[in-house]
């Protein structure tokens, strides 16, 4: 029996993976947004406190993960190149608007 082909190419795939990842930074600031709005109206909860620590670990796990890569000494890849057609302003990057 032959091997079913793919329904996306690696590069679609990747396109599509980095857009939701994306979106869900865009969810993550906002979600974090209305979680400093908690703190401010209950300063003296130590379980937001509790909260962020829990946070703080998951995205160490993330960065660790991906931080074979050798980003040091360059701010390049936060720079939005619209090459997957995604501009990431939204989520802090800078963008070309002459790409476009």
């Avoid at 980095?18 to 709005?37: G, N, P, S, T, V």
Wanted: charged share 30%; hydrophobic share 40%; proline share 2%.
């Amino acid at each position: 029996m032959a091997a079913q082909q793919p329904k996306q190419t690696a590069a679609e795939a990747y396109a599509t993976r980095a857009a939701e990842i994306d979106a869900q930074l865009k969810r993550l600031a906002q979600q974090l947004a209305a979680h400093r709005r908690d703190h401010e109206a209950n300063p003296k909860s130590w379980a937001l406190v509790g909260d962020l620590g829990h946070i703080h670990e998951i995205l160490d796990e993330a960065i660790d993960f991906l931080g074979t890569m050798d980003i040091v000494g360059t701010d390049d890849d936060l720079h939005c190149d619209h090459s997957d057609g995604v501009c990431r302003t939204e989520i802090g990057f800078e963008c070309d608007e002459t790409i476009r």
